[in-house]
């Protein structure tokens, strides 16, 4: 157990060094190449953090575990929004662009909402089980699909409008290797964080779901939450609010749909309209705590947390 704690201990010390140079490289990258920073957090950053979510979904689906398919996207979105975003603004508060409450978190919470009807099989269709068909699996594709088209509109009509004077820190070869180098540590890093606490948490007698749905889930958010706090404390507003709501974007479309497409139909009797319940709330808190002042206050973040404990005692309960 000494070993596993030193191992993760380690983890967080990779992570965060190497979230610094990622956070780095994709600003240096979007200056040199006139890219708006938010396009480069909902896209580069957003999908680069979402790396450990998409091989634990693969993984879990080839094994026939498909609970871990859905508890590491939906506890995943659920952290994300609860904890990750709560702990970060608790740490750097940071304001947020109106174009990011009027479209990228109403573009989240039609996503969400897609998801909540496609998977509640037992509600929508009178199925005993919950699940995702490849049929649902393209439907998500198309939703991220229509995502990208989005944010090539918004690179069309906001490249002109990045500030010619904002001089990159690096050139453009030397920001490509930092983000590789940084968003390799960041998985590195990640992966001896999961891996470790999640042995400390089976030695101790924590049950697969309550390790899957808190450890695993909160541990694949790690790179969303140092990237986060890393990219606001470096100014990077928009870098840091883009990565959340990319992020959970990319898990429910891609994360969810790519392994159910590919692989096939998967079900779960363990997640159920609770569970979406809490992800369509963390996702309505984000947008109406947004709405009202341009940003997250510190005692609204902690409303975010203490929901998560909410959602946390639920799971334990079960």
């Not at 004077?165 to 390799?184: A, N, Q, R, W």
């Not at 899957?212 to 928009?238: D, F, H, R």
Request: aromatic share 10%; hydrophobic share 55%; glycine share 8%.
């Amino acid at each position: 157990m000494i070993i596993n704690i030193l191992l993760a201990v380690v983890g967080f010390a990779l992570l965060i060094k190497c979230a610094d140079f990622f956070v780095d490289g994709a600003s240096s990258f979007a200056k040199n190449l006139k890219i708006p920073s938010l396009v480069i957090g909902l896209t580069v950053v957003a999908f680069g953090t979402s790396a450990p979510e998409l091989a634990i979904s693969f993984s879990s689906h080839l094994s026939g575990n498909t609970d871990i398919l859905f508890a590491n996207v939906i506890g995943s979105n659920i952290a994300n929004i609860l904890v990750i975003l709560g702990l970060a603004v608790l740490i750097v508060p940071f304001n947020i662009e109106n174009d990011v409450i009027k479209k990228q978190i109403p573009i989240l919470m039609l996503v969400t909402l897609g998801i909540s009807v496609l998977f509640l099989d037992n509600i929508f269709s009178s199925s005993e089980v919950n699940g995702l068909t490849r049929s649902d699996g393209i439907i998500l594709l198309l939703f991220f699909s229509i995502f990208i088209y989005y944010l090539i509109t918004i690179l069309s009509h906001e490249k002109d409008r990045v500030k010619a004077d904002e001089k990159p820190k690096y050139k453009l070869l030397k920001s490509v290797i930092f983000i590789v180098l940084g968003l390799t540590g960041i998985i590195i890093g990640s992966d001896l964080v999961v891996d470790n606490v999640a042995a400390v948490a089976a030695s101790i007698g924590l049950s697969q779901k309550i390790i899957t749905v808190t450890i695993i889930s909160i541990g694949t958010s790690l790179p969303e939450l140092i990237t986060t706090v890393v990219a606001a404390k470096k100014g990077e507003n928009n870098m840091a609010i883009g990565n959340i709501v990319g992020s959970n974007i990319f898990n429910i479309c891609v994360v969810l749909g790519l392994p159910v497409v590919i692989l096939g139909e998967a079900v779960t009797t363990a997640f159920n309209f609770v569970d979406i319940l809490f992800l369509l709330s963390a996702v309505v808190l984000l947008w109406i705590f947004t709405a009202i002042g341009r940003n997250i206050r510190r005692y609204e973040a902690a409303i975010l947390i203490a929901v998560y404990f909410g959602y946390g005692v639920y799971i334990f309960l079960q």
